[in-house]
Structures are given as structure tokens and as C-alpha cells.
């Protein structure tokens, strides 16, 4: 275990913070399951957004070549925003 | 309107008089076109905010893909490229709105506020499985506490109960949105790893909860 952690977590044991609510908890299980080591920042993901919806919309592949976008996007609410807005966009202004 | 490749768009726009003209205009109209598309998800076309929000986001995105020009690196087509700036300017102007218009004091009010039913109180299930439901949520409880860092706890609140958007949320703990991202990140691993030492997976958990 990382010794930063292990001190913060005998901290915590010694200084109680004010109970988390049943929401906040279920929120934060419900994304933990698609948890992956590997990460990318919204930065990242947002500099390969337009590539990446494009080729969703023409080749329906962009799941498979970019999983990591895909992850981000799952695990991250407003960047999954902006990947629904882009895709509406595209699919509907394609010509 | 002329139809123009990636190259002949940075030229024109890159260039002066009519060209340059001709090109913002043409951008003006396709941002126009594609925006009520990026934003019938969160307010409707009839809204009387609906055409200045247009107005005004097209205004600045041409603003912006004047600046960030040369940062265009051609992954996309180039409209695609000004779509992604719009809908980016539109939704954080959104968010910021929708932020703005929540008092803060009903977000305080609500952080002492009790838990949503559902979760405990749900009146279909037996005693059992509500006491199996309570000795799982104050497991994970137990576990939550001992691992995350008052930081990660201050961000789990303000974006999982309070909806506070991201933006808003590492503005208030000095922070950016990629740090922040990387914060709730970490936060996720460590718990992912703590539970399968605990031989718990979110699905079990989560099972307790939503299963009536």
C-alpha cells in the first residue's frame, strides 16, 4: 500500500468526518464498476472528440479504435454531454 | 454557400476582405444550423432563451476559432472541429447558468437534508433484506471513509449530491476540471481495489440497493 495512503487512512479512522449521504454513495458505486487503470483527462478526450464522433457517425467503429475515449466519456457526465451534442449535431447537419 | 475543404477554410479565414468575409459567414450560418441540435436536450427551441443563447455562442466561438486556428490539427473536418468549440461554449454557459440559478443556501440546506427514499426506507421489502440493505450501505460507509482523502469526499459531494457541474466544482476547490477528473479517478481505483479485497464488487452492492 502506498504510504500516503496508509497514513491517510489512519487518519480518517481517528478523525471522523460527517457521514456521506445514501446518494452520494450509490452515485459514486454506480460508475465504479466501468473503472479501468488506464486514464485519459478531459483535456485528452476533448482534443479527439471531433475525430472521434465523426467516425462513430461514418463507420460505427469508433468504440473499437478508440476505447479510451469511450471509457472517459462513461465515466465522466459532462463530457459525455458534449459527445451526445456533437453526435446529434453531426447526424443531423451531415450532408 | 461555398463548400470548402479543411485547407481552403483556413485559408479564407486566415486571409483579409472578401475571402475572410465570405468565410465567417458561411461559419456564422453552419454553427447556426448545428446548435438547436446540440441544445433541444436541455432547453427547448421555444424557450425565450433559446435564440440570444445562439446568438451569443456563435458569436464567441467565432471568437475562439479566430484564436485557436492554428491549434487545428486536422483530425476532423473543420466544421466538425467549430461544432465541438460551439456545443463546449454552449453547455458550460449552460451549466454555469442552470449553477447560478440554485440558491446556495437551498445546496446547503439540502447537504443536511435526509437520505432520498428508496435506498432504505423501501416500504416493498422484507426486514431482512432491509437490514442486509442497511449492513451494506454502512459497510461501503465504513470502507469510503477509511479510504478517500477529505478532498475526494469534498468532490464526491459537491458533483454527487449537489450536481455542482465540474467546472464549478474545481473553480471551488481551486483546482481544474482535469486535476479534478484525476482526483475522482484516483478515488474509484482505490475503492475498486479495496472492495475486491473485501471480496465485494459495485455490482453486489449496488444489487443490495436497486433490487426490490
Known amino acids: 500500500m502506498n504510504i500516503k495512503y496508509f497514513f491517510q487512512r489512519i487518519k480518517n479512522i481517528f478523525n471522523p ?3 456521506l449521504q445514501d446518494e452520494v454513495v450509490v452515485k459514486f458505486l454506480r460508475v465504479l464498476e466501468n473503472v479501468r487503470s488506464e486514464e485519459m483527462s478531459c483535456s485528452e478526450m476533448y482534443a479527439h472528440l471531433d475525430e472521434f464522433v465523426e467516425r462513430e457517425v461514418k463507420s460505427k467503429d469508433a468504440k473499437k479504435i478508440m476505447p ?8 465522466c457526465p459532462e463530457c459525455g454531454d458534449e459527445y451526445e451534442a456533437l453526435l446529434d449535431v453531426l447526424k443531423h447537419t451531415e450532408e | 454557400m461555398t463548400t470548402r475543404t479543411n485547407e481552403i477554410w483556413l485559408a479564407d479565414l486566415r486571409s483579409s476582405g472578401a475571402a475572410h468575409e465570405a468565410a465567417i459567414h458561411d461559419l ?4 447556426q444550423k448545428g446548435l438547436p441540435y446540440a441544445l433541444t436536450r436541455w432547453l427547448p427551441s421555444n424557450n425565450p432563451l433559446f435564440q440570444p443563447l445562439v446568438e451569443e455562442v456563435t458569436q464567441e466561438t467565432l471568437l475562439r476559432v479566430l484564436d485557436q486556428i492554428d491549434s487545428f490539427e486536422g483530425r476532423s473536418l473543420f466544421t466538425t472541429w467549430v461544432h465541438k468549440i460551439a456545443i463546449r461554449i454552449a453547455l458550460t454557459e449552460l451549466r454555469r447558468k442552470r449553477w447560478r440559478d440554485s440558491s446556495l443556501d437551498e445546496l446547503s440546506e439540502n447537504e443536511d437534508a435526509p437520505p432520498p427514499p428508496g435506498l432504505l426506507a423501501d416500504s416493498h421489502a422484507s426486514p431482512e433484506t432491509s437490514a442486509e440493505r442497511a449492513d451494506m450501505l454502512a459497510r461501503v460507509r465504513r470502507i469510503l471513509e ?4 477529505p478532498k475526494q469526499r469534498e468532490a464526491l459531494i459537491l458533483l454527487g449530491l449537489q450536481d455542482m457541474p465540474m467546472d464549478a466544482a474545481a473553480k471551488r476547490m481551486k483546482t481544474n476540471r482535469n486535476a479534478l477528473y484525476k482526483l475522482l479517478h484516483d478515488a474509484r481505483l482505490r475503492l475498486k481495489r479495496r472492495l475486491a479485497m473485501e471480496g465485494l464488487t459495485p455490482q453486489d452492492l449496488l444489487s443490495a440497493f436497486e433490487n426490490k
Do not use: G, N, P, W
Not at chain 1, 68 to 75: G, K, R, V
Not at chain 2, 28 to 31: D, S, V, Y
Not at chain 2, 146 to 149: A, Y
Open chain 1, 17 to 19: 468526518q460527517k457521514e
Open chain 2, 146 to 149: 477509511e479510504e478517500l482523502t
Open chain 1, 68 to 75: 479510451l475515449i469511450q471509457e472517459h466519456i462513461d465515466m
Open chain 2, 28 to 31: 456564422r450560418e453552419i454553427i
